[in-house]
């Protein structure tokens, strides 16, 4: 079993419901590992674990691959989407944006090149639109609630990344105080997820805390850049600060969901059969 059959499984195994990451994971693994006694590919059967792991999500969802997985005796009332895969799609998007600003840094070094202007233009995706990607597949992983609501927040999402990147690349220049901006595009990706999901009303005072935070880090970062730093390092301190309205935002989604008022997952037992199947 190589690295990254192992790596496939493992994700897998994250993303399943937490009822099943134990007997996927032994599951799974087994089927790995054996797969060459079957003249199989190992790492086929590792992608095949994680597809199954992706579009297989619900614990009652039936799918062909083991019982232990699929099969319950009793019928569940089903909870909102609790999966990893979510967290997975907005740590990816911080890690994005947090690399995309590495990049801007060593940029700084190159400034007035014609080769740096073309990788800003490029960084830019990975400010703005890898993040906007991630974050309209969260919104559309979202269960229990309708598809043209998920959709209609996803091209919600789409929208406010595009003006995000078009501020990032200079294209749009908007009068407003810079951490004013940034603040309400942290704080409309937030309401955007709030509106999706249906949260109560007291949660969209948590909007102000990204405008909030922005204006607050505005001024330590412009102190930072004051000091006599590296042009480099000024650079990172000023789009690390940006990033903190964003990362606000994210602590306020994770608040409202806390408060919700959904049920969780309740496994009703089977009363006395009418009939009698052992005659």
């Known amino acids: 079993m190589s690295a990254l059959d192992r790596v496939l499984v493992g994700v897998a195994v994250a993303v399943?419901?937490?009822?099943?990451?134990?007997?996927?994971?032994?599951?799974?693994?087994?089927?790995?590992?054996?797969?060459?006694?079957?003249?199989?590919?190992?790492?086929?059967?590792?992608?095949?674990?994680?597809?199954?792991?992706l579009f297989h999500?619900?614990?009652?969802?039936?799918?062909?691959?083991?019982?232990?997985?699929?099969?319950?005796?009793?019928?569940?009332?089903?909870?909102?989407?609790?999966?990893?895969?979510?967290?997975?799609?907005?740590?990816?998007?911080?890690?994005?944006?947090?690399?995309?600003?590495?990049?801007?840094?060593?940029?700084?070094?190159?400034?007035?090149?014609?080769?740096?202007?073309?990788?800003?233009?490029?960084?830019?995706?990975?400010?703005?639109?890898?993040?906007?990607a991630a974050l309209a597949t969260s919104v559309l992983l979202v269960s229990d609630v309708a598809r043209r609501r998920r959709v209609?927040?996803?091209?919600?999402?789409?929208?406010?990344?595009?003006?995000?990147?078009?501020?990032?690349?200079?294209?749009?220049?908007?009068?407003?105080?810079?951490?004013?901006?940034?603040?309400?595009?942290?704080?409309?990706?937030?309401?955007?997820w709030l509106v999706v999901l249906r949260r109560p009303v007291w949660t969209y005072s948590l909007l102000v805390l990204p405008v909030v935070a922005a204006v607050l880090v505005f001024p330590l970062a412009e102190a930072a850049n004051g000091s006599g730093i590296p042009y480099s390092a000024m650079a990172l301190v000023s789009w690390i600060g940006q990033l903190v309205p964003f990362l606000v935002a994210v602590v306020g989604a994770v608040v409202a969901s806390r408060f919700s008022t959904d049920a969780p997952a309740v496994v009703e037992a089977h009363g006395e059969a009418l009939v009698d199947k052992t005659v």
């Open 16 to 53: 399943s419901p937490a009822a099943h990451r134990a007997a996927r994971r032994e599951q799974w693994l087994a089927d790995v590992r054996d797969a060459h006694e079957l003249d199989l590919s190992p790492t086929a059967l590792a992608f095949g674990a994680f597809t199954t792991a």
């Open 152 to 192: 209609l927040g996803a091209v919600a999402v789409f929208a406010i990344a595009a003006v995000w990147w078009a501020i990032t690349s200079g294209s749009l220049n908007v009068p407003v105080y810079v951490p004013v901006q940034v603040g309400v595009i942290a704080a409309g990706l937030l309401a955007v």
């Open 57 to 132: 999500r619900r614990a009652g969802h039936r799918s062909t691959w083991g019982d232990t997985m699929t099969a319950l005796p009793t019928p569940v009332r089903f909870a909102p989407h609790t999966i990893r895969t979510i967290p997975v799609l907005i740590a990816l998007a911080v890690l994005s944006y947090v690399v995309s600003v590495g990049v801007l840094a060593l940029l700084q070094r190159y400034n007035g090149l014609p080769e740096a202007r073309l990788v800003f233009d490029m960084v830019g995706i990975g400010l703005a639109v890898v993040p906007g």
